[in-house]
């Protein structure tokens, strides 16, 4: 009789008869939650250690979302203009670890009907100027980057104190005649940490250039160094970019503030999109972590998000980049025949030229976008090129006004349109930038000798004189 063989399970067979594909599918989901709650909560306690807070009010903000911010019940609501400082320091370890080196000003005008526009107005350290408190007490004079770091001695010199912050603010408030809403103070470890936590960036250098003059400082001094950096995509660590941002001496043109505040804002967008990556996301923990030990800021986790939707979706190329340098409202003290340091002075020591550019730093959209053929013609009689100056300045707020050279010299500044009307919003701008009516000429024939189609601004005796300081140096 024919027997029946038993056959056996193989002994190759990997899977153990408790692990059905249920069980299977319940343990990679618990897996699953684990990861994630693992990585939120690290996200939350990295956000709680940023904006020093608890993890249980992180929550409760999220939860409200941008309508706990007083932003967004205030100054978005009415269109109103917000300003935060951005201060950069060398932290602990540095010599004068909280003067700060970079300090930028942004500007974010809400529009109900549109995109917000934004401006970065680039301040110089150098600027020698009286330091009022609040209270409108003066409290120092010296270079405008002390302000943070007496805010930080008064208070005891300890980090996350406000104090640095608040004496800056109301020192830069005085002086550019806005008011400021919020500061970020942001020690260079936390700017190299957070780039490093992302595992670097890609920046495109548009120029290279060569900075013999790079601080490289230790506990106890700062030798000069040089940098050098190739035009062409590279990647960045954090040391580097730190290095490409702070560079304050470099050849080619890149020696200058406006060219520094554009470096950085590259940066920035290259951290954003790393971060934002499928990749970076992941890095989001560290980066807020690293953020959190060398951050001070007196912005709520609600105002942070009113604002990030405010500018998630303007363009890098629409944001305006200003700055307050030895080609425009300051000259240099002519160090060391005239001054006993490498300071700037403001032109007109009553710094109302100055607010009056930063209150018009952002040109309104209605203006803009008549594209207006502008000259600017040099009618002051002073004869130190002031349609050159006036022209890059402009041009700094986006628009195209050619230097058309010297005329005759007029008491007065006057705007003058000259386009039959096509361009009457631009001629209202420049009117009201400096306090005139507009002329309006007849249309000139087409191609008659001489002839300006559009705005015409000749700069009178008057506006310059804010600009006719004695070269004998001095404030």
Not at 46 to 62: C, D, E, K, Q, R
Not at 163 to 192: E, M, Q, V, W
Not at 327 to 355: K, M, R, V
Request: charged share 20%.
């Amino acid at each position: 009789m024919a027997t029946r063989t038993r056959l056996r399970r193989s002994r190759y067979r990997f899977r153990p008869r408790w692990m059905t594909t249920p069980r299977i599918v319940v343990a990679a989901g618990l897996a699953v939650l684990l990861v994630v709650g693992v990585f939120g909560y690290r996200t939350l306690d990295g956000l709680a250690h940023l904006f020093h807070t608890s993890v249980p009010s992180v929550i409760g903000s999220l939860i409200k979302g941008k309508s706990g911010s007083t932003i967004e019940k205030n100054q978005v609501a009415s269109d109103q203009r917000i300003n935060i400082a951005l201060y950069g320091y060398g932290g602990p370890g540095h010599d004068g670890p909280y003067l700060s080196d970079s300090i930028m000003v942004v500007s974010i005008q809400p529009h109900q009907g549109g995109a917000a526009q934004v401006a970065e107005i680039s301040i110089p350290r150098d600027w020698y100027v009286p330091i009022y408190d609040a209270a409108g007490k003066k409290v120092d004079e010296g270079r405008v980057n002390q302000a943070y770091s007496d805010g930080m001695i008064q208070g005891g010199g300890s980090p996350g104190s406000p104090d640095g912050g608040a004496l800056a603010d109301a020192a830069l408030s005085r002086l550019l005649g806005i008011p400021i809403d919020y500061y970020i103070g942001l020690d260079f470890t936390a700017f190299k940490q957070a780039v490093d936590a992302v595992g670097g960036i890609d920046i495109d250098v548009p120029t290279g250039f060569t900075d013999p003059q790079y601080p490289s400082c230790d506990a106890d001094t700062c030798p000069y160094t040089t940098v050098s950096f190739h035009a062409g995509e590279q990647h960045m660590d954090g040391a580097t970019a730190l290095e490409y941002a702070r560079s304050r001496h470099g050849d080619n043109g890149q020696g200058t503030d406006f060219a520094r505040s554009q470096r950085q804002q590259q940066i920035l967008v290259a951290l954003k999109q790393k971060v934002l990556s499928v990749g970076g996301i992941g890095d989001l923990p560290d980066l807020l972590n690293a953020l959190g030990d060398n951050v001070d800021t007196n912005m709520s986790i609600d105002d942070a998000e009113a604002v990030y939707d405010l500018v998630k979706g303007v363009s890098p190329g629409a944001i305006v980049h200003a700055s307050l340098d030895d080609t425009n409202f300051l000259y240099e003290c002519g160090y060391p025949a005239h001054c006993g340091a490498a300071y700037l002075f403001a032109h007109d020591s009553s710094y109302a030229a100055i607010d009056n550019f930063i209150k018009n730093v952002l040109v309104s959209p209605a203006a803009l976008a008549e594209t207006a053929a502008v000259g600017i013609e040099d009618g002051s009689g002073i004869g130190d090129g002031a349609s050159a100056r006036w022209s890059a300045i402009f041009a700094q707020l986006g628009w195209t006004a050619p230097d058309l050279g010297r005329v005759p010299t007029e008491a007065g500044t006057e705007v003058i349109d000259q386009s039959g009307g096509r361009e009457a919003a631009a001629a209202q701008w420049f009117a009201a930038y400096f306090g005139v009516p507009v002329t309006r000429a007849a249309e000139p024939s087409p191609g008659a000798s001489g002839s300006h189609d559009g705005v015409l601004v000749i700069l009178g005796a008057d506006e310059e004189r804010a600009f006719g300081h004695d070269p004998g140096y001095g404030s």
